[in-house]
């Protein structure tokens, strides 16, 4: 027998013929079923609806259609491979349904992708917008420039006492010889920022505790402060993109911010990782774990990724 002969062959397609990546029929995760469907949905046209009966129909046996379970797990596995995106619509601002699509290849950042359809627009894009003066700003001209003086007490010499005359000193207690201070004194120097950081933060996303957040925000040092009242934005921008809630108790109390500081640069809430940072091999190694290698080149010739959180997630 001649070794040459090509042990599968292919007869000739001219109707009926879909192109399948091999990056698909190999992949190294995919269940067997999850391929079968990706393939089954990749052979329609291009406004084909993914409707749950028929993946059921698809996997069944004979005609018999396989369970709702089984079903959205194939769908949930093509959702975490990227593979298929899943939107939700709204209609006056409730939901009125959840439109899939199907990719060839998996999608980096789906972050980007669905932000896109909702017609957001870039960080910088937003803060310039934020910048430019209302129609009723006033000129520069006529901007004050000079602050306007305060009214002076009446009698200074009684600013101290309450209306039951008890004494109240309004005086900054000296710091210890220790260098510290306790918990409720570094509340009070605290309490500027933490007033900026509250008021800063949308009220509807505000936790009820008010105080357990002053008591959190006075626990942190001086630095950590600053960081968390600089991040927030970044943090609440990102939380958008996953639409995962922004809660504010859980970004004190876990230190949530630190993973900002020295971090990539930010755009409407997605990290850009670059080459040239520590990040970038990791991301690297992650994306070829869940992709094919070629797929990853493509991506990496683009000299970044946008992701949601700064690091990739551990290895199972």
């Given at each position: 027998m001649d070794d040459k002969l090509p042990l599968v062959r292919r007869g000739r397609r001219n109707a009926r013929y879909t192109a399948i990546s091999n990056d698909i029929i190999d992949h190294r995760t995919l269940s067997p079923d999850a391929r079968i469907a990706l393939i089954y949905l990749l052979s329609k046209p291009d406004d084909w609806q993914l409707q749950i009966n028929d993946i059921r129909r698809l996997l069944g046996t004979g005609d018999r259609?396989?369970?709702?379970?089984?079903?959205?797990?194939?769908?949930?596995?093509?959702?975490?491979?990227?593979?298929?995106?899943?939107?939700?619509?709204?209609?006056?601002?409730?939901?009125?349904?959840?439109?899939?699509?199907?990719?060839?290849?998996?999608?980096?950042?789906?972050?980007?992708?669905?932000?896109?359809?909702?017609?957001?627009?870039?960080?910088?894009?937003?803060?310039?917008?934020?910048?430019?003066?209302?129609?009723?700003?006033?000129?520069?001209?006529?901007?004050?420039?000079?602050?306007?003086?305060?009214?002076?007490?009446?009698?200074?010499?009684?600013?101290?006492?309450?209306?039951?005359?008890?004494?109240?000193?309004?005086?900054?207690?000296?710091?210890?010889?220790?260098?510290?201070?306790?918990?409720d004194e570094r509340a009070t120097d605290g309490s500027a920022a933490f007033l900026a950081f509250w008021g800063d933060w949308p009220e509807r996303e505000r936790p009820r505790q008010r105080d357990l957040a002053a008591k959190l925000f006075a626990r942190l040092a001086a630095d950590d402060q600053k960081t968390a009242v600089q991040f927030a934005g970044v943090y609440r921008a990102g939380r958008g993109h996953t639409r995962e809630p922004k809660l504010m108790l859980p970004y004190l109390r876990q230190r949530l911010f630190a993973e900002f500081a020295g971090a990539p640069n930010?755009?409407?809430?997605?990290?850009?990782?670059?080459?040239?940072?520590?990040?970038?091999?990791?991301?690297?190694?992650?994306?070829?774990?869940?992709?094919?290698?070629?797929?990853?080149?493509?991506?990496?010739?683009?000299?970044?990724?946008?992701?949601?959180?700064?690091?990739?997630?551990?290895?199972?």
């Open positions: 259609p396989c369970g709702r379970n089984k079903c959205y797990a194939v769908i949930k596995e093509l959702k975490a491979s990227s593979y298929v995106i899943a939107v939700e619509e709204l209609c006056h601002g409730r939901f009125h349904r959840l439109t899939y699509y199907v990719f060839d290849e998996p999608l980096v950042d789906p972050a980007a992708f669905k932000a896109e359809l909702r017609g957001e627009r870039p960080a910088c894009e937003a803060a310039a917008a934020q910048s430019k003066p209302g129609p009723n700003a006033p000129r520069p001209e006529n901007r004050e420039t000079v602050a306007s003086p305060r009214p002076q007490i009446r009698d200074p010499g009684k600013r101290h006492l309450t209306k039951n005359r008890n004494i109240q000193t309004t005086e900054i207690p000296p710091t210890p010889p220790n260098g510290r201070r306790r918990t930010t755009d409407g809430g997605r990290f850009v990782i670059t080459p040239e940072r520590p990040e970038w091999a990791r991301w690297l190694d992650h994306l070829r774990s869940q992709h094919s290698a070629a797929l990853v080149d493509r991506q990496a010739a683009r000299g970044l990724f946008l992701t949601t959180t700064r690091w990739p997630p551990p290895p199972v």
